[in-house]
Protein backbone atom coordinates (compact mmCIF):
# COMPACT_ATOMS: atom_id res chain seq x y z
CA UNK A 1 0.00 0.00 0.00
CA UNK A 2 1.08 3.56 -0.54
CA UNK A 3 0.88 7.07 1.08
CA UNK A 4 -1.66 8.38 -1.56
CA UNK A 5 -3.38 4.75 -0.53
CA UNK A 6 -3.98 6.04 3.27
CA UNK A 7 -4.81 9.87 2.33
CA UNK A 8 -7.68 8.17 0.19
CA UNK A 9 -9.16 5.99 2.66
CA UNK A 10 -9.09 8.69 5.26
CA UNK A 11 -11.73 10.33 2.17
CA UNK A 12 -13.75 8.01 2.14
CA UNK A 13 -14.42 7.26 5.92
CA UNK A 14 -15.54 10.91 5.37
CA UNK A 15 -17.02 11.12 2.01
CA UNK A 16 -19.29 7.74 2.76
CA UNK A 17 -21.07 9.24 5.88
CA UNK A 18 -19.08 7.57 8.60
CA UNK A 19 -17.07 10.12 10.50
CA UNK A 20 -19.96 12.58 10.85
CA UNK A 21 -21.82 9.35 12.34
CA UNK A 22 -18.96 8.53 14.69
CA UNK A 23 -18.51 12.29 15.80
CA UNK A 24 -22.45 12.41 15.95
CA UNK A 25 -22.32 10.19 18.91
CA UNK A 26 -19.64 11.74 20.07
CA UNK A 27 -20.80 14.48 20.61
CA UNK A 28 -23.99 13.42 21.89
CA UNK A 29 -22.86 12.75 25.08
CA UNK A 30 -22.71 16.05 27.24
CA UNK A 31 -18.89 16.03 28.67
CA UNK A 32 -19.22 19.42 30.03
CA UNK A 33 -16.22 19.30 32.36
CA UNK A 34 -17.12 22.72 34.48
CA UNK A 35 -20.19 20.77 36.19
CA UNK A 36 -19.61 18.24 38.51
CA UNK A 37 -23.15 16.42 37.65
CA UNK A 38 -21.75 15.33 34.31
CA UNK A 39 -19.21 13.00 35.70
CA UNK A 40 -21.00 10.61 34.40
CA UNK A 41 -21.09 11.61 31.25
CA UNK A 42 -17.11 12.40 31.08
CA UNK A 43 -16.18 8.59 31.93
CA UNK A 44 -18.95 6.98 29.52
CA UNK A 45 -17.02 9.70 26.79
CA UNK A 46 -14.07 7.40 27.28
CA UNK A 47 -15.82 4.30 28.18
CA UNK A 48 -18.07 4.32 25.14
CA UNK A 49 -16.33 5.67 22.35
CA UNK A 50 -12.56 6.28 22.71
CA UNK A 51 -11.47 3.11 24.92
CA UNK A 52 -13.47 0.53 22.02
CA UNK A 53 -11.80 2.98 19.29
CA UNK A 54 -8.24 2.63 19.74
CA UNK A 55 -8.19 -0.65 21.59
CA UNK A 56 -9.29 -1.79 18.18
CA UNK A 57 -5.93 -0.19 16.37
CA UNK A 58 -4.15 -2.45 19.16
CA UNK A 59 -3.58 -0.04 21.54
CA UNK A 60 -3.63 -0.62 25.77
CA UNK A 61 -5.72 1.59 27.51
CA UNK A 62 -5.72 2.72 31.17
CA UNK A 63 -7.93 5.54 32.77
CA UNK A 64 -5.82 7.11 35.12
CA UNK A 65 -7.59 9.28 38.35
CA UNK A 66 -6.67 12.78 38.16
CA UNK A 67 -4.09 13.50 41.22
CA UNK A 68 -5.76 17.13 41.57
CA UNK A 69 -9.51 16.53 40.31
CA UNK A 70 -11.51 13.39 41.00
CA UNK A 71 -14.15 13.94 37.57
CA UNK A 72 -11.31 14.78 35.32
CA UNK A 73 -9.66 11.40 34.39
CA UNK A 74 -7.18 10.68 32.08
CA UNK A 75 -7.04 8.05 29.23
CA UNK A 76 -3.72 7.11 28.11
CA UNK A 77 -3.66 4.48 25.24
CA UNK A 78 -0.43 3.03 23.98
CA UNK A 79 0.13 1.20 21.35
CA UNK A 80 3.89 -0.38 21.30
CA UNK A 81 5.55 -1.96 18.38
CA UNK A 82 9.17 -2.03 19.35
CA UNK A 83 10.55 -0.48 23.09
CA UNK A 84 13.28 0.31 20.45
CA UNK A 85 11.44 2.68 17.83
CA UNK A 86 10.64 6.23 18.27
CA UNK A 87 7.21 7.44 20.06
CA UNK A 88 4.86 10.03 19.03
CA UNK A 89 2.71 11.63 21.85
CA UNK A 90 -0.60 12.83 20.72
CA UNK A 91 -2.93 15.07 23.17
CA UNK A 92 -6.71 16.05 22.80
CA UNK A 93 -9.11 16.37 25.12
CA UNK A 94 -12.81 14.87 25.42
CA UNK A 95 -14.56 17.68 27.56
CA UNK A 96 -16.23 20.59 26.59
CA UNK A 97 -17.46 23.30 27.46
CA UNK A 98 -20.92 24.73 29.03
CA UNK A 99 -23.39 24.25 26.17
CA UNK A 100 -25.86 26.81 26.94
CA UNK A 101 -28.48 25.66 24.96
CA UNK A 102 -31.11 28.33 25.35
CA UNK A 103 -28.24 30.83 23.25
CA UNK A 104 -28.29 28.58 20.48
CA UNK A 105 -29.89 29.16 17.45
CA UNK A 106 -33.42 27.56 17.60
CA UNK A 107 -33.32 25.01 15.22
CA UNK A 108 -29.65 23.78 16.92
CA UNK A 109 -29.36 21.36 19.50
CA UNK A 110 -25.67 21.34 20.77
CA UNK A 111 -25.82 17.64 21.57
CA UNK A 112 -27.17 16.55 18.24
CA UNK A 113 -25.10 17.58 15.37
CA UNK A 114 -26.84 19.54 12.66
CA UNK A 115 -25.59 19.60 9.09
CA UNK A 116 -26.91 23.03 7.10
CA UNK A 117 -25.17 23.23 4.04
CA UNK A 118 -21.43 22.48 4.67
CA UNK A 119 -21.46 23.49 8.22
CA UNK A 120 -21.61 20.92 11.01
CA UNK A 121 -22.98 22.66 13.83
CA UNK A 122 -22.73 20.91 17.66
CA UNK A 123 -21.14 21.12 20.77
CA UNK A 124 -17.58 19.94 20.58
CA UNK A 125 -17.19 19.82 16.49
CA UNK A 126 -14.55 22.19 16.95
CA UNK A 127 -13.38 21.90 20.33
CA UNK A 128 -12.28 19.22 20.50
CA UNK A 129 -14.11 16.21 19.75
CA UNK A 130 -13.75 16.30 16.03
CA UNK A 131 -10.48 17.11 15.89
CA UNK A 132 -9.29 14.33 17.92
CA UNK A 133 -11.60 11.93 15.91
CA UNK A 134 -9.69 13.62 12.88
CA UNK A 135 -6.55 12.29 14.62
CA UNK A 136 -8.01 8.99 15.27
CA UNK A 137 -9.81 7.71 12.27
CA UNK A 138 -6.49 9.10 9.88
CA UNK A 139 -4.32 6.85 12.07
CA UNK A 140 -6.45 4.18 11.17
CA UNK A 141 -6.30 4.46 7.93
CA UNK A 142 -2.51 4.39 8.17
CA UNK A 143 -2.77 1.36 10.05
CA UNK A 144 -4.68 -0.21 7.13
CA UNK A 145 -2.43 0.55 4.30
CA UNK A 146 0.63 -0.18 6.15
CA UNK A 147 -0.49 -3.84 6.91
CA UNK A 148 -0.83 -3.02 10.82
CA UNK A 149 2.63 -1.76 11.29
CA UNK A 150 3.61 1.80 11.66
CA UNK A 151 7.31 1.73 12.11
CA UNK A 152 7.06 4.03 15.35
CA UNK A 153 5.23 3.58 18.52
CA UNK A 154 2.01 6.03 19.59
CA UNK A 155 0.87 7.35 23.59
CA UNK A 156 -2.28 9.00 23.18
CA UNK A 157 -3.32 11.06 26.06
CA UNK A 158 -6.84 12.24 26.01
CA UNK A 159 -7.53 15.16 28.85
CA UNK A 160 -11.36 15.39 30.49
CA UNK A 161 -10.51 18.31 31.76
CA UNK A 162 -9.11 21.15 29.41
CA UNK A 163 -11.78 23.10 29.44
CA UNK A 164 -12.05 23.67 33.27
CA UNK A 165 -8.07 24.36 33.30
CA UNK A 166 -6.80 21.08 33.12
CA UNK A 167 -5.98 20.29 36.58
CA UNK A 168 -3.88 17.94 37.51
CA UNK A 169 -2.31 17.25 33.94
CA UNK A 170 1.33 19.02 34.62
CA UNK A 171 0.96 16.81 37.96
CA UNK A 172 0.23 13.62 35.48
CA UNK A 173 2.89 14.38 33.73
CA UNK A 174 5.10 14.23 36.82
CA UNK A 175 3.80 11.11 37.95
CA UNK A 176 3.98 8.92 34.53
CA UNK A 177 7.06 10.53 32.76
CA UNK A 178 7.82 6.96 32.44
CA UNK A 179 4.80 6.17 30.71
CA UNK A 180 4.44 9.40 29.02
CA UNK A 181 7.80 9.56 27.45
CA UNK A 182 8.09 9.92 23.87
CA UNK A 183 9.88 11.62 21.01
CA UNK A 184 7.33 14.30 19.74
CA UNK A 185 3.96 15.45 21.07
CA UNK A 186 1.54 16.69 17.66
CA UNK A 187 -1.53 17.52 19.15
CA UNK A 188 -4.57 19.43 17.60
CA UNK A 189 -6.64 22.07 19.60
CA UNK A 190 -7.33 25.79 18.63
CA UNK A 191 -7.67 27.21 14.80
CA UNK A 192 -5.88 27.21 11.90
CA UNK A 193 -5.14 31.08 10.64
CA UNK A 194 -7.96 30.80 8.38
CA UNK A 195 -10.12 27.92 7.38
CA UNK A 196 -8.83 27.34 3.99
CA UNK A 197 -4.85 27.26 4.78
CA UNK A 198 -3.67 24.45 6.67
CA UNK A 199 -1.84 25.76 9.89
CA UNK A 200 1.29 24.49 12.05
CA UNK A 201 1.53 26.03 15.05
CA UNK A 202 4.64 25.37 18.07
CA UNK A 203 3.17 26.52 20.90
CA UNK A 204 0.84 29.27 23.23
CA UNK A 205 1.08 32.43 24.57
CA UNK A 206 0.54 32.10 28.28
CA UNK A 207 -1.78 33.63 30.49
CA UNK A 208 -1.72 35.15 33.89
CA UNK A 209 -5.08 36.54 35.15
CA UNK A 210 -4.74 39.24 37.71
CA UNK A 211 -8.19 40.64 40.25
CA UNK A 212 -7.09 44.32 40.64
CA UNK A 213 -9.55 46.04 43.96
CA UNK A 214 -9.88 49.46 45.49
CA UNK A 215 -11.18 49.04 48.55
CA UNK A 216 -11.76 52.33 50.66
CA UNK A 217 -14.75 51.73 53.16
CA UNK A 218 -17.12 49.26 54.24
CA UNK A 219 -20.28 51.16 53.12
CA UNK A 220 -21.40 53.14 49.99
CA UNK A 221 -22.13 57.18 50.96
CA UNK A 222 -24.77 59.38 49.41
CA UNK A 223 -22.86 60.67 46.67
CA UNK A 224 -24.47 64.56 47.20
CA UNK A 225 -23.75 64.26 51.34
CA UNK A 226 -20.56 63.51 50.68
CA UNK A 227 -19.24 63.58 46.58
CA UNK A 228 -15.94 65.77 46.71
CA UNK A 229 -14.69 64.49 49.98
CA UNK A 230 -14.91 60.74 50.35
CA UNK A 231 -12.16 58.22 47.23
CA UNK A 232 -14.35 57.41 44.96
CA UNK A 233 -12.73 53.67 44.33
CA UNK A 234 -14.06 53.31 40.90
CA UNK A 235 -12.32 56.40 39.81
CA UNK A 236 -9.10 54.98 41.56
CA UNK A 237 -9.38 51.84 39.73
CA UNK A 238 -10.16 53.57 36.50
CA UNK A 239 -6.67 55.70 36.76
CA UNK A 240 -4.91 52.36 37.62
CA UNK A 241 -5.73 50.55 34.84
CA UNK A 242 -4.86 53.52 32.61
CA UNK A 243 -1.60 53.45 34.62
CA UNK A 244 -1.38 49.94 33.36
CA UNK A 245 -2.49 50.02 29.65
CA UNK A 246 -2.97 53.36 27.71
CA UNK A 247 -5.82 54.86 25.68
CA UNK A 248 -4.76 53.20 22.73
CA UNK A 249 -3.88 49.66 24.09
CA UNK A 250 -0.32 49.90 24.77
CA UNK A 251 1.39 48.12 28.02
CA UNK A 252 3.28 50.98 30.29
CA UNK A 253 4.58 48.38 32.32
CA UNK A 254 8.22 47.75 31.20
CA UNK A 255 8.76 44.13 33.31
CA UNK A 256 5.30 42.97 31.10
CA UNK A 257 7.00 43.99 27.61
CA UNK A 258 8.58 41.60 25.72
CA UNK A 259 12.33 42.43 24.85
CA UNK A 260 11.31 42.74 20.63
CA UNK A 261 10.41 40.32 18.52
CA UNK A 262 12.88 37.64 17.67
CA UNK A 263 13.69 37.40 14.02
CA UNK A 264 12.56 34.11 13.04
CA UNK A 265 9.18 34.63 14.38
CA UNK A 266 9.12 38.29 12.66
CA UNK A 267 9.73 36.36 9.21
CA UNK A 268 7.21 33.55 10.14
CA UNK A 269 4.86 35.73 10.55
CA UNK A 270 5.21 38.22 7.62
CA UNK A 271 3.63 35.46 6.27
CA UNK A 272 0.31 35.03 8.53
CA UNK A 273 -2.62 37.97 8.25
CA UNK A 274 -5.05 37.79 11.01
CA UNK A 275 -7.91 35.79 10.01
CA UNK A 276 -10.78 38.70 8.42
CA UNK A 277 -13.68 36.32 7.20
CA UNK A 278 -16.94 37.12 7.61
CA UNK A 279 -17.37 35.48 10.75
CA UNK A 280 -14.61 37.64 12.37
CA UNK A 281 -14.55 40.93 13.81
CA UNK A 282 -13.33 44.08 12.12
CA UNK A 283 -9.62 44.79 13.02
CA UNK A 284 -9.06 48.12 15.05
CA UNK A 285 -5.50 49.21 12.79
CA UNK A 286 -4.64 52.06 15.31
CA UNK A 287 -4.82 49.53 18.96
CA UNK A 288 -1.80 48.24 20.53
CA UNK A 289 2.14 48.06 20.35
CA UNK A 290 2.79 51.03 17.76
CA UNK A 291 4.74 49.64 15.05
CA UNK A 292 4.08 46.50 14.95
CA UNK A 293 2.21 44.83 12.74
CA UNK A 294 -1.13 43.06 13.29
CA UNK A 295 -0.04 39.67 13.35
CA UNK A 296 2.82 40.64 15.59
CA UNK A 297 0.90 42.44 18.23
CA UNK A 298 -1.71 39.31 17.84
CA UNK A 299 1.02 36.60 18.19
CA UNK A 300 4.41 37.81 18.93
CA UNK A 301 3.85 40.45 21.81
CA UNK A 302 2.50 40.81 25.32
CA UNK A 303 -1.58 42.71 25.50
CA UNK A 304 -2.99 43.27 29.04
CA UNK A 305 -6.69 42.90 28.57
CA UNK A 306 -9.52 43.97 30.91
CA UNK A 307 -12.11 40.79 31.29
CA UNK A 308 -15.06 42.61 33.66
CA UNK A 309 -15.06 45.42 36.06
CA UNK A 310 -17.52 46.40 38.62
CA UNK A 311 -18.16 49.24 40.93
CA UNK A 312 -22.00 49.55 42.67
CA UNK A 313 -24.66 47.94 40.49
CA UNK A 314 -24.53 48.92 36.85
CA UNK A 315 -27.62 47.69 36.47
CA UNK A 316 -29.33 49.35 39.20
CA UNK A 317 -27.43 52.67 39.63
CA UNK A 318 -27.90 54.63 43.08
CA UNK A 319 -27.10 58.20 44.19
CA UNK A 320 -24.28 56.78 46.27
CA UNK A 321 -20.18 56.61 46.20
CA UNK A 322 -19.84 52.84 45.80
CA UNK A 323 -17.25 51.34 48.86
CA UNK A 324 -15.24 49.29 46.55
CA UNK A 325 -14.22 48.35 43.04
CA UNK A 326 -12.61 45.37 41.25
CA UNK A 327 -11.10 44.44 37.38
CA UNK A 328 -10.43 41.15 36.44
CA UNK A 329 -7.67 41.16 33.83
CA UNK A 330 -6.03 39.10 32.03
CA UNK A 331 -1.87 39.34 30.51
CA UNK A 332 -1.67 37.45 27.45
CA UNK A 333 2.35 36.80 26.96
CA UNK A 334 4.62 35.61 24.78
CA UNK A 335 7.89 33.16 25.56
CA UNK A 336 10.53 35.20 27.41
CA UNK A 337 8.35 36.87 30.00
CA UNK A 338 8.65 36.18 33.66
CA UNK A 339 5.54 34.73 34.43
CA UNK A 340 6.26 34.45 38.00
CA UNK A 341 6.91 37.67 38.32
CA UNK A 342 3.82 39.52 36.80
CA UNK A 343 1.76 39.79 40.26
CA UNK A 344 5.00 41.70 41.42
CA UNK A 345 5.57 43.57 38.77
CA UNK A 346 2.40 45.34 38.62
CA UNK A 347 2.23 45.84 42.63
CA UNK A 348 5.80 47.64 41.75
CA UNK A 349 4.68 49.71 39.16
CA UNK A 350 0.90 51.25 40.88
CA UNK A 351 3.30 52.19 43.95
CA UNK A 352 5.89 53.76 41.93
CA UNK A 353 2.68 55.42 40.45
CA UNK A 354 0.80 56.61 43.32
CA UNK A 355 -1.90 53.50 43.55
CA UNK A 356 -0.43 51.41 46.65
CA UNK A 357 -4.40 51.39 47.77
CA UNK A 358 -4.81 48.97 44.66
CA UNK A 359 -4.84 45.36 45.93
CA UNK A 360 -3.26 42.71 43.52
CA UNK A 361 -4.09 39.47 43.38
CA UNK A 362 -2.82 36.68 40.71
CA UNK A 363 -5.98 33.98 40.02
CA UNK A 364 -4.42 31.73 37.24
CA UNK A 365 -0.70 31.44 35.45
CA UNK A 366 -0.57 29.30 32.38
CA UNK A 367 3.14 29.70 31.06
CA UNK A 368 3.81 30.64 27.44
CA UNK A 369 5.97 27.84 25.26
CA UNK A 370 6.96 28.29 21.74
CA UNK A 371 9.47 25.54 19.63
CA UNK A 372 12.20 27.04 17.69
CA UNK A 373 10.80 27.64 14.02
CA UNK A 374 14.43 26.46 12.96
CA UNK A 375 13.71 22.88 14.81
CA UNK A 376 14.04 20.81 12.12
CA UNK A 377 11.04 19.33 13.16
CA UNK A 378 9.28 22.22 11.57
CA UNK A 379 10.15 22.38 7.73
CA UNK A 380 9.46 18.46 8.00
CA UNK A 381 5.81 19.03 8.84
CA UNK A 382 5.38 21.59 6.50
CA UNK A 383 6.34 19.53 4.14
CA UNK A 384 3.91 16.77 5.29
CA UNK A 385 0.98 18.99 5.01
CA UNK A 386 2.12 21.18 1.80
CA UNK A 387 2.73 17.50 -0.09
CA UNK A 388 -0.46 16.29 1.27
CA UNK A 389 -2.91 19.55 0.40
CA UNK A 390 -1.11 21.46 -2.37
CA UNK A 391 -0.92 24.46 -0.72
CA UNK A 392 1.26 26.35 1.27
CA UNK A 393 0.51 26.11 4.96
CA UNK A 394 0.73 28.86 7.36
CA UNK A 395 3.43 28.26 10.41
CA UNK A 396 2.77 30.00 13.70
CA UNK A 397 5.01 30.20 15.86
CA UNK A 398 2.64 30.25 18.49
CA UNK A 399 -1.15 30.55 19.52
CA UNK A 400 -2.64 33.76 20.20
CA UNK A 401 -4.37 31.95 22.59
CA UNK A 402 -3.22 29.30 25.80
CA UNK A 403 -3.40 25.64 25.94
CA UNK A 404 -1.89 23.26 28.27
CA UNK A 405 1.35 23.03 26.40
CA UNK A 406 3.62 23.68 28.97
CA UNK A 407 3.56 20.51 30.92
CA UNK A 408 4.78 18.71 27.96
CA UNK A 409 7.58 21.32 27.42
CA UNK A 410 8.57 21.32 30.66
CA UNK A 411 7.98 18.41 32.47
CA UNK A 412 7.91 15.78 29.57
CA UNK A 413 10.98 18.12 27.89
CA UNK A 414 9.37 17.33 24.04
CA UNK A 415 9.30 19.00 20.89
CA UNK A 416 5.32 20.30 20.32
CA UNK A 417 3.63 20.99 17.10
CA UNK A 418 0.42 21.39 17.08
CA UNK A 419 -1.62 20.71 13.47
CA UNK A 420 -5.06 22.46 14.31
CA UNK A 421 -8.53 21.32 12.39
CA UNK A 422 -10.54 24.50 13.15
CA UNK A 423 -11.10 28.12 11.95
CA UNK A 424 -11.34 31.34 14.30
CA UNK A 425 -14.56 31.60 13.13
CA UNK A 426 -15.71 28.25 14.35
CA UNK A 427 -17.33 29.84 17.95
CA UNK A 428 -15.76 27.47 20.03
CA UNK A 429 -16.72 27.97 23.59
CA UNK A 430 -19.51 30.32 21.84
CA UNK A 431 -23.23 29.23 20.89
CA UNK A 432 -23.55 27.82 17.68
CA UNK A 433 -20.14 25.73 17.55
CA UNK A 434 -19.62 24.62 14.01
CA UNK A 435 -16.75 22.93 11.66
CA UNK A 436 -16.85 23.74 8.10
CA UNK A 437 -17.05 20.13 5.92
CA UNK A 438 -14.58 21.08 3.80
CA UNK A 439 -12.21 21.58 6.66
CA UNK A 440 -12.81 18.28 8.15
CA UNK A 441 -12.03 16.24 4.87
CA UNK A 442 -8.73 17.76 4.13
CA UNK A 443 -7.91 17.66 8.13
CA UNK A 444 -8.21 14.00 7.18
CA UNK A 445 -5.90 14.12 4.36
CA UNK A 446 -3.25 16.11 6.54
CA UNK A 447 -3.31 14.05 9.31
CA UNK A 448 -2.65 10.61 7.17
CA UNK A 449 0.07 12.31 5.55
CA UNK A 450 1.78 13.18 8.69
CA UNK A 451 1.05 9.82 10.35
CA UNK A 452 2.38 8.02 7.11
CA UNK A 453 5.53 10.22 6.49
CA UNK A 454 6.72 9.28 10.28
CA UNK A 455 6.72 5.49 9.57
CA UNK A 456 9.28 6.94 6.59
CA UNK A 457 11.42 8.75 8.76
CA UNK A 458 14.87 7.50 9.20
CA UNK A 459 16.27 9.32 11.97
CA UNK A 460 14.20 11.09 14.60
CA UNK A 461 14.56 14.05 14.61
CA UNK A 462 14.53 14.37 9.97
CA UNK A 463 18.30 15.37 9.41
CA UNK A 464 16.38 17.50 6.59
CA UNK A 465 13.71 17.45 4.53
CA UNK A 466 13.05 18.62 0.99
CA UNK A 467 9.84 20.06 -0.59
CA UNK A 468 8.25 16.74 -0.46
CA UNK A 469 8.42 15.80 3.00
CA UNK A 470 11.23 13.45 2.66
CA UNK A 471 14.33 13.07 4.78
CA UNK A 472 18.08 12.96 2.67
Not at 198 to 217: D, E, I
Not at 241 to 264: F, I, K, T, Y
Not at 385 to 412: H, I
Amino acid sequence: MSRDASLAGAVAVFDSGEFLAQLRRRVAHPSESAFPERAGALRAYLDEEIVPAVEAMGFQTRILDNPVSPRHQFLVATRVEDESLPTVLTYGHGDVQPAHADQWRDDLDPWQITVDGERWYGRGVADNKGQHTVNLVALEQVLAARGGRLGYNVTLLLDMGEEFGSPGLTELCERERELLAADLLIGSDGPRVAADRPTVFLGTRGSVNLALRVHSRDEAHHSGNWGGVLVNPAIRLAHALGALVDARGRLLVDALRPDGVPEPVRRALADIPVDQGPDSPRLDADWGEPGLTPSERLFGWNTLEVLAMKAGDPDGPVNAIPPSARAHCQLRCVVGTDVAGVGDAVRAHLVEQGFADVEVEVEHVMAPTRLDPQDPWVPWTLASLERSTGTRPALLPNLGGSLPNNPFVEVLGLPTVWVPHSYPGCAQHAPDEHLPAPLVRESLQVMAGLWWDLGELSSWPPASSDDEGNTR
